[in-house]
C-alpha cells in the first residue's frame, strides 16, 4: 500500500522502474519517532507525579509534540502520489498493511496529547476558552486518572515509535530494511532524540540531570541494537549481507560511520558522561549532536534501503 501513495522519483543509483522516496519520509520518520520518545517521557513524569512540579516538562511537551508532528504529517502527504485519497485509509483497517496501522495509530496521538495538555493549559489559552477550567479542575481532582494518562502517553508513544520501524521493515523487497531490529532502533532513537530535546528545553535541572543519565543509557543501547541490526544483515542471504556493506564498508559507510555512530552518538555519549559525573556543565551542545545524528541515520536508512533492491545485486 505505501509504495501504490508514495511519489516515484529517479535516482541515478537505483533502478528507474521502482519507487524512491525524497527527503519527506526521512523528515516524517525522524519527527515520529522524537514525538513517540517525546509523549513516553512526559507518560513517564505523569506516572511518577512530577506533574505536581510546576517546572515539569509534561506540560510543554504536548504543544511542541503536535506541532512536530504536525510537521511530520505534512511532510508525509507532500511524498503522496494521490494526495487527496488519503482519506481512504480511514474507510477500512488492513491487518497487513503498515501504513493502515500507522493512520489509526495517529488517530490515537492526537488526543491523548491534548488530554495531556488539558492538565496544565497555559493561561492564555484558558482565558480565551474558559469552559477548558472544566475539564482540567476535573482531570486535576483525579490523581489516578492523571497516571492512567501517563501509562496511555507511554502505550501509544511506544506504539508509535515501532511504527517508524515497521514502516519499513515489512518491505521485503529492500534487504536492508528487512530487519525486525529496525522496529527496535527506531524506537530508541526516537527516545533518545526526545531525550535530547527535552533536555534542553527544560527549566528543571532535576529534569537535565534526569535525561542526560536516561540518554546515556538509551545511547548504548542504540549502538547495541545498530550492532545486531548489521549482525543479523550480515550472517543472512548474500543479498542481505550486500546490503549491510552498504553501511559497514560501501557506499554510506563514510557518512554513518562519522555523523550516525561517530558524532551522533560516541562524542554526545562521552559530553554526557562528562556532565553527569560533574566533569564539565550541561550544555546544548550533546543533545544537538544527538538529535542531528537521529536525522541522518533516518535519511541514511531510507536512502541505502532503496539502493538495497533486489534488481542491484551489484551493490558497490
Keep these: 500500500m505505501l509504495q501504490e501513495i508514495t511519489t516515484t522519483r529517479h535516482n ?10 525524497g527527503w519527506e519520509i526521512p523528515i516524517y520518520l525522524f519527527l515520529g519517532g522524537m514525538v513517540a520518545g517525546m509523549m513516553i517521557i512526559s ?12 517546572t515539569c516538562s509534561c506540560f510543554t511537551i504536548p504543544l511542541i ?5 504536525s510537521i511530520g504529517m505534512f511532510a508525509l502527504f507532500l511524498d503522496l502520489e494521490h494526495k487527496f485519497y488519503f482519506w481512504r485509509l480511514y ?11 500507522g493512520a489509526w495509530i495517529l488517530v490515537l496521538v492526537y488526543p491523548v496529547i491534548i488530554v495531556n ?19 482540567t479542575s476535573y482531570i486535576n481532582e483525579h490523581p489516578k486518572l492523571i497516571q492512567n494518562i501517563g501509562i496511555t502517553n507511554m502505550l501509544i508513544g511506544s506504539a508509535l515509535g515501532i511504527y517508524t520501524g515497521i514502516l519499513l521493515s515489512t518491505m521485503g523487497a529492500r534487504p536492508l530494511w528487512n530487519s525486525s531490529m529496525l522496529a527496535v532502533l527506531f524506537l530508541v532513537s526516537g527516545l533518545s532524540t526526545a531525550a535530547a530535546f527535552v533536555h534542553m528545553i527544560s527549566k528543571s535541572q532535576y529534569e ?28 543472512s542471504s548474500a543479498v542481505h549481507m550486500n546490503a549491510a556493506r552498504l553501511l559497514i564498508t560501501g557506499e554510506y559507510a563514510p557518512q554513518f560511520w562519522t555523523f550516525v555512530i561517530g558524532t551522533g ?6 559530553i554526557q558522561l562528562l556532565a553527569v559525573n560533574k566533569k564539565i556543565k550541561h550544555n546544548p551542545i550533546a543533545p544537538i549532536l544527538v538529535i542531528i545524528g537521529g536525522l541522518i541515520l533516518r535519511f541514511i536508512i531510507v536512502y541505502a534501503g532503496q539502493y538495497s533492491h533486489y534488481i542491484n545485486a551489484h551493490f558497490k
Design 12 to 21: 541515478p543509483h537505483i533502478d528507474p522502474f521502482v519507487h524512491v522516496w
Design 43 to 54: 507518560g513517564y513524569f505523569l506516572f511518577s507525579k512530577r506533574y505536581k512540579d510546576t
Design 65 to 69: 509534540g503536535v506541532a512536530f508532528l
Design 91 to 101: 474507510t477500512t483497517f488492513r491487518i497487513s498493511s503498515p501504513m493502515s496501522w
Design 117 to 135: 495538555f488539558l492538565i496544565n493549559p497555559p493561561e492564555i489559552i484558558v482565558r480565551r476558552f474558559p469552559k477548558l477550567n472544566l475539564i
Design 208 to 235: 537535565k540531570e534526569l535525561l542526560a543519565k536516561a540518554d546515556n543509557g538509551f545511547l548504548v543501547i542504540e549502538l547495541f541494537v545498530i550492532m545486531l541490526f548489521l549482525i543479523g544483515l550480515s550472517t
Design 265 to 270: 552518538i560516541i562524542l554526545p555519549l562521552i
